[in-house]
Every structure is written in structure tokens, then in C-alpha cells.
């Protein structure tokens, strides 16, 4: 499982306590002072909703930003107001955004801040009542999306189950899988080993793996709770 851009190591790392588990396509967000505050914010209870939603945003910013880190990028010259040539970089083209509603629109904002012409689809998975397997009931995607990067945008990752039928139906769509990167803010241990047993091409970018995830986000985030 080689990843096909190596992590800069002074933003990101292997997932501490769970990097030879589950190998280098794990890759986690370094935890500075700030980013652990932004985590405690949101997990505390006594957080407000205006908080909350702020106190996300500036958590999902920042793992966008990382996730963009991931995208493949060709050399290129261009010249400046003063005439001189400067030898930069650019996005190679082919790049969108997904994400599994409801929870993962939350992350939209933050993509579209940073890609302002980036390509947004959506995947809408619940669990049957009676049998508790989960289900598609909508997904729509760029026509093109087989030729795409895909950045799968999930903030919470329990067990994993989500995650997998979604990759599930963007494979049915033809997207290989090492074309995969999903943009998570919390992952609990039992998702990753879900996922990456099933997918072991796929990189999974995160803030924190905890046993415990704080499933209220979606409710707290968009006040159903």
C-alpha cells in the first residue's frame, strides 16, 4: 500500500499508536495545541451551536487544506507583473468533491472556499429499518467522475459502514479506488480497519482516531438535535 504522494511531514502523520496497523494510506492531521482545541470544543456537551458550527468550520478548513496536499500537481512557468518567470506549480485537472449527506455537506463550504470552481456530488445512504443495512437512495455525480481525484467528504467514521458503500457506488461508477481520498474529521480504530480492509488503496485523511466518536455532529451542526 504505497501512497502516491508522500505526506508532508511537518503538517501530517501516520496515525500515532495505529501507523503499522494500518499502514501509510492512514494519514492524520499532527496535533498542535489548536487543532486539539478545536477537538475539545467539539466533543464538549456544553458547547453552543454557534460555536459548534464555527469551531467545525475552522477544523474542516484545515482538513481540506491538508486533503489538497494529496491531489496530484504539475509543474508549470508563468510570468509575473514585473516580467520575470517564475516556475510554479498547478492542479492537474480531474479533481471533485463528495459528499455523503447529510453530515459530509457540512464540509462543502470549506472545499468550495479553497477550489471555488470545484465540482461537488452527492451520495444519500440510510440504514433500513428493518434490517439496519445501509442503502443508497440518491447519488449523483459529475458525468466524467472515472477520470476524477475523488475527495469523499465524511466527518464522522464509526464503523465504517457508510463509508464502504459509498466506495461502493463510486466503483460501480468506475472510479478506482486508489483515486479515493476521503476527508474525515474524527475515525474510531473499528472504521479503519472496516475500510481499509476493504479498501486498502485508499487514503484516509483525519484529525483524530478515538475509540469514541462524537456521533452528535450532524445533529449538533445542523440543529436537529
Known amino acids: 500500500m504505497e501512497p502516491d504522494i508522500i ?7 501516520n496515525g500515532t499508536d495505529y501507523a503499522d496497523e494500518f499502514g501509510p494510506n492512514l494519514i492524520r492531521i499532527r496535533v498542535t495545541d489548536q487543532i486539539k482545541e478545536l477537538q475539545t470544543v467539539l466533543r464538549d456537551k456544553g458547547t ?18 491538508e486533503g489538497l ?10 510570468t509575473t507583473p ?10 492537474q485537472k480531474g479533481n471533485c468533491g463528495v459528499s455523503i449527506m447529510r453530515s459530509g455537506e457540512a464540509m462543502e463550504q470549506g472545499l468550495r472556499d479553497c477550489c471555488r470552481s470545484i465540482r461537488i456530488g452527492k451520495i444519500l445512504i440510510q ?9 443508497i437512495y440518491y447519488a449523483k455525480f459529475p458525468p466524467d467522475i472515472h477520470k476524477r481525484k475523488v475527495l469523499l467528504m465524511y466527518p464522522i467514521m464509526s464503523t465504517g ?33 472496516s475500510v ?4 486498502p488503496k485508499m487514503k484516509i485523511l483525519t484529525s ?16 436537529t438535535d
Open 7 to 13: 505526506p508532508n511531514p511537518m503538517h501530517v502523520t
Open 48 to 65: 453552543s451551536r454557534s460555536d459548534f458550527i464555527f469551531y467545525a468550520d475552522r477544523l474542516i478548513r484545515i482538513v481540506v487544506e
Open 69 to 78: 496536499n494529496q491531489l496530484p500537481y504539475k509543474k508549470c512557468t508563468i
Open 82 to 91: 514585473t516580467g520575470c518567470q517564475y516556475e510554479g506549480l498547478r492542479y
Open 127 to 135: 440504514s433500513d429499518e428493518d434490517t439496519h443495512e445501509a442503502k
Open 161 to 193: 459502514n457508510t463509508i464502504n458503500k459509498a466506495v461502493e457506488v463510486l466503483k460501480q461508477h468506475q472510479v478506482e479506488e486508489q483515486n479515493i481520498i476521503i476527508l474525515n474529521l474524527f475515525c474510531t480504530p473499528v472504521g479503519i480497519r
Open 196 to 199: 481499509i480492509g476493504q479498501c
Open 208 to 223: 483524530e482516531v478515538h475509540p469514541v466518536a462524537p456521533n452528535h455532529f450532524g445533529t449538533k451542526y445542523f440543529g
